[in-house]
């Protein structure tokens, strides 16, 4: 089967905490691609990271950071000392070698003051 | 400059209406989506174009036809419209063929409301 499970459906933190969205996705391709995006209340789709299966590095831009593990086909992303702006929907894909983009049911966060 | 833009942002009808929205994008892509979103928030694809050419249709009522002009545009009509048609309807596009491995760019939406 080929998908993406992210298990939390809504997580609510109070500002400055850390928190972690998880991703866990399942596929037999070799190559894949995986995505996160952020849906916040105003309802526009923001890109916020692409990562390709043989690129295993974590990566880091400002608070938000993305940990990819093969091993466990997870890539979860954390976003340290949250702010209210963070509070959104975020979305996990898979796009499989055949460009077939699987999508997750999104994370709502929530980010109280 | 809008990258995706897609009009109206909001649009409200009576069942069994046609209604169109219209998409544009000013990136340069090949390849062009139309996605459907709940109001679970769940995100479905329903159509794909690659330079003008349908690539992707998956089981969608033939009421929606997915029109496309040229590579910058990819409009969505829909006939007869129904009460379950009420969703919020996402144009996107990437680059490369099936949009390749590179990152879809989306409108902001436009939430149909069937009354």
């Known amino acids: 089967a080929q998908k993406v499970t992210q298990a939390q459906t809504e997580i609510s933190v109070v500002e400055k905490e850390d928190v972690t969205l998880d991703c866990v996705y399942e596929?037999?391709?070799?190559?894949?691609?995986l995505f996160w995006y952020k849906q916040p209340p105003s309802g526009e789709l923001v890109f916020l990271i692409r990562?390709?299966?043989?690129d295993e590095q974590n990566e880091i831009s400002g608070r938000y950071s993305w940990n990819f593990q093969k091993s466990t086909s997870s890539f979860n992303f954390t976003i340290t000392a949250s702010q209210v702006v963070d509070s959104a929907v975020y979305f996990c894909a898979l796009k499989r070698s055949n460009y077939q983009l699987i999508w997750g049911a999104g994370t709502k966060l929530i980010i109280k003051p | 400059d809008t990258a995706v833009s897609q009009t109206p942002k909001y649009l409200v009808t009576q069942m069994g209406n046609d209604k169109s929205i219209k998409c544009e994008q000013n990136?340069?892509?090949?390849?062009m989506y139309w996605y459907k979103q709940d109001s679970k928030k769940f995100l479905k694809i329903m159509f794909s174009?690659?330079?003008?050419?349908?690539?992707i249709n998956e089981t969608v009522p033939n009421r929606f036809s997915p029109k496309s002009p040229d590579k910058a545009h990819l409009n969505l009509h829909i006939n007869s419209l129904e009460l379950g048609d009420s969703a919020v309807y996402f144009c996107a596009s990437s680059q490369g063929p099936s949009g390749g491995n590179t990152e879809a760019f989306f409108g902001q939406g436009t939430r149909l409301t069937v009354v």
């Open positions: 990562r390709n299966s043989f």
């Open positions: 990136l340069g892509h090949d390849t």
């Open positions: 174009y690659n330079n003008k050419e349908l690539i």
């Open positions: 596929t037999r391709d070799t190559t894949y691609y």
